[in-house]
């Protein structure tokens, strides 16, 4: 397995370009399913969660090509509708086949994502919803077993919570549903919105996007026009970058940004103290003369994104004063916390608030990666820390960082990727 090895204290500088938005790629992927051609998906990028998706399609009897960050996914060979447990279960968002399988061809069995290091991740709501359209839902043997015999139909579903891939299961689902499909308390990321954009532009009509209330008007069985699509920037890459800046306090500019996608974790950073040049697809942090503490809660689009959360705690850390940070989506996103206090920080929790002391002596020791974002909140922490930071287990980092370590060589850090 590989390890990054990291020497703390360098500087940063010079410029990183972001790469496409896996949590937008995933569903677009899923969403070839629906579509009567194959379809070109640009700005993929090349993370192992993409890797998975794409195999899973294949798996299902889908062919495709990527090249460099375009693929072309040619999935109206699909002639199989059981998504295996053995792909399933490296990937929690092979749950968004679900919907589209279903809508398309009445039937299919897919494999139950199971839990992960930061929760339950249960998927009851996106279930509720599919028996509100009239699917008829079995748990068998690990699997969700769905049959809707007389075809997907249009319903209003009320979402007891928000939940991200459950809205894009079932805007995929009620594309091709009979009738109008109504969805309240809808989650309104970038990734949902481009979804539906996209879902929009293949010909269906769909009302009230980028709110929590969304109106789809499905087409009654017939596949759509989906035929070319560039995958939006990653939000969370480039927000891990800007606390990459922040934290070491230089000067770095991110190309290929969405600024409009980044605006609760821009403010957050400029209440720390950091200041911003933001252009057209550009984005430069400036540093802090002083870097205050900070208090952040999680919530849902356009709130502080978890997905966040573990990077800010690091940055944290090197506030002049004690910060809070609590997580309101998951009930255990703060494995980091152990990781973090091993490297010398003072961090206690108290159910799902962490206090986080600033002014912290962090030094550099082997530590393990437990999920995707805690592994970058590790590598964060070690570019500042005395001495040398091992990072183990970062097949986890590998699920969603282009070339992270490659990316922040580039910008001066003391950075490799070695194998145990
Ligand atoms: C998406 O996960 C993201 N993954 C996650 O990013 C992100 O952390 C999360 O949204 C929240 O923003 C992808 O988009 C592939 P949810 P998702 O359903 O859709 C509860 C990363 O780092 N819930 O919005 O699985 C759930 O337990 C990953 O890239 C139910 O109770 O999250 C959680 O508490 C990690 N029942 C809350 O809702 C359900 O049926 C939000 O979950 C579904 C969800």
Redesign the pocket.
């Known amino acids: 397995m590989d390890y990054l090895e990291i020497q703390g204290g360098n500087r940063l500088h010079g410029t990183v370009t972001i790469d496409g938005a ?2 937008a790629a ?1 569903p677009l992927i899923a969403a070839t399913i629906l579509a009567q051609t194959p379809v070109t998906i640009d700005n993929l990028p090349r993370v192992n969660d993409i890797f998975t998706m794409l195999r899973l399609l294949e798996n299902l009897g889908s062919t495709y090509t990527f090249e460099g960050n375009s693929a072309t996914i040619d999935a109206t060979t699909i002639d199989n509708t059981t998504a295996i447990y053995d792909i399933v279960r490296k990937m ?2 092979s749950i968004l086949t679900l919907g589209p399988l279903l809508a398309r061809f009445g039937i299919c069995k897919v494999s139950l994502p199971g839990g992960c290091a ?9 279930l509720k919803a599919l028996e509100m359209m009239g699917a008829e839902i079995e748990i068998k043997e690990g699997y969700v077993i769905a049959t809707a015999p007389d075809g997907l139909k249009g319903a209003t579903i009320v979402f007891d ?6 809205t894009e299961n079932i805007v995929m689902a009620a594309a091709l549903a009979e009738g109008k499909t109504h969805i309240i308390n809808a ?1 309104k ?1 970038p ?1 949902v919105v481009q979804l539906c954009e996209i879902i929009r532009d293949a010909g269906i009509k769909i009302e009230g996007i980028g709110s929590d209330e969304l109106v789809i008007h499905g087409s009654g069985g017939e596949l759509i026009d989906i035929r070319h699509i560039t995958v939006i920037p990653d939000r ?1 890459e480039a927000g891990t970058y800007l606390c990459a800046g922040a934290i070491t306090n230089s000067s770095i500019t991110l190309e290929k940004v969405n600024h409009a996608h980044l605006v609760s974790i821009i403010l957050k950073l400029q209440e720390m103290g950091y200041d911003f040049e933001i252009e057209k697809e550009r984005i430069t942090i400036k540093p802090a003369s002083r870097i205050k503490p900070v208090r952040i809660s999680t919530s ?1 689009y356009p709130g502080f ?3 966040m959360q573990a990077q800010f705690m690091a940055l944290a850390l090197i506030a002049e004063g004690t910060s809070t940070i609590e997580e309101r ?2 009930e255990n996103r703060f494995m980091h916390v152990s990781e973090l206090n091993r490297m010398g920080a003072k961090i206690t929790l108290n159910n799902h608030i962490a206090t986080v002391e600033g002014n912290a002596e962090l030094y550099g020791a082997d530590v393990m990666a437990t999920d ?2 805690a592994s970058s909140a590790l590598v964060l922490a070690g570019l500042i820390a005395k001495g040398t930071t091992r990072v183990h287990r970062i097949y986890h980092l590998d699920r ?1 960082y282009v070339k992270l370590e490659k990316k922040l060589q580039k910008l001066g850090a003391k950075i490799e990727r070695l194998k145990e």
């Open positions: 896996k949590n995933l929690r968002a930061i929760g339950q991740r249960p998927i009851d709501l996106h919570k928000i939940t991200v891939t459950g989650a990321e990734e969370i849902e994104p978890t997905d989506l998951f995707l974002r969603g």
